[in-house]
């Protein structure tokens, strides 16, 4: 085998994993999120915590940018058992690019504040105040790039057989 079929194989291999995983996720958050419109039910939680996380990430040319992630605890009870959680959404994690709005997210969710909050009946720890739809950009992303790869891995090897 010579390195450009090694090549070619690679990134067809490493190629449709990627595309494959972007599809399932998706699948599988929207099945979640079908499923919890459908069943679960609402309910009040109290906030214990909620606290804003700044994540920096830099891209390839050294620029940075910075996001706030919210971090929100809460005690909710069902049929008299308590619980608590820490899920800020059911599919995908709520980042804010701007700090204005952050900080007016956690103005609005301080300590001792009564929020909506949606959980399982079949498993009441499983709870979320926002019941989000899954991010078809990501998974449109993974499957693109997943192709991407594994169609110039294919090309390359149609190129080169």
Same mark, same amino acid.
């Given at each position: 085998m010579d390195v450009f079929t090694a090549v070619s194989l690679?990134?067809?291999?490493? &190629?449709?994993?990627? =595309?494959?995983?972007?599809? %399932?996720?998706? *699948?599988?958050? &929207?099945?979640?999120? =079908?499923?919890?419109?459908? %069943?679960?039910? *609402?309910?009040?939680?109290?906030?214990?915590?909620?606290?804003?996380?700044?994540?920096?990430?830099?891209?390839?040319?050294?620029?940075?940018?910075?996001?706030?992630?919210?971090?929100?605890?809460?005690?909710y009870a069902v049929a008299g058992q308590v619980f608590e959680g820490d899920r800020t959404a059911l599919c995908t994690a709520l980042r804010f690019s701007l700090f204005p709005p952050a900080q007016q997210w956690l103005l609005a969710h301080p300590p001792g504040t009564v929020i909506d909050l949606w959980y399982d009946p079949a498993q009441p720890q499983d709870s979320a105040p926002l019941l989000d739809k899954p991010s078809l950009f990501a998974a449109a992303a993974l499957v693109i790039v997943g192709g991407g790869f594994a169609g110039l891995g294919a090309a390359l090897l149609a190129g080169f057989a």
């Amino acid at each position: 085998m010579d390195v450009f079929t090694a090549v070619s194989l690679g990134l067809i291999l490493l &190629g449709i994993p990627i =595309a494959w995983f972007g599809i %399932h996720r998706y *699948r599988k958050q &929207g099945r979640r999120f =079908a499923s919890a419109r459908a %069943h679960w039910k *609402r309910t009040d939680a109290e906030v214990i915590d909620a606290q804003l996380v700044d994540r920096e990430s830099t891209d390839s040319d050294g620029d940075s940018t910075t996001w706030y992630e919210p971090k929100l605890r809460y005690r909710y009870a069902v049929a008299g058992q308590v619980f608590e959680g820490d899920r800020t959404a059911l599919c995908t994690a709520l980042r804010f690019s701007l700090f204005p709005p952050a900080q007016q997210w956690l103005l609005a969710h301080p300590p001792g504040t009564v929020i909506d909050l949606w959980y399982d009946p079949a498993q009441p720890q499983d709870s979320a105040p926002l019941l989000d739809k899954p991010s078809l950009f990501a998974a449109a992303a993974l499957v693109i790039v997943g192709g991407g790869f594994a169609g110039l891995g294919a090309a390359l090897l149609a190129g080169f057989a």
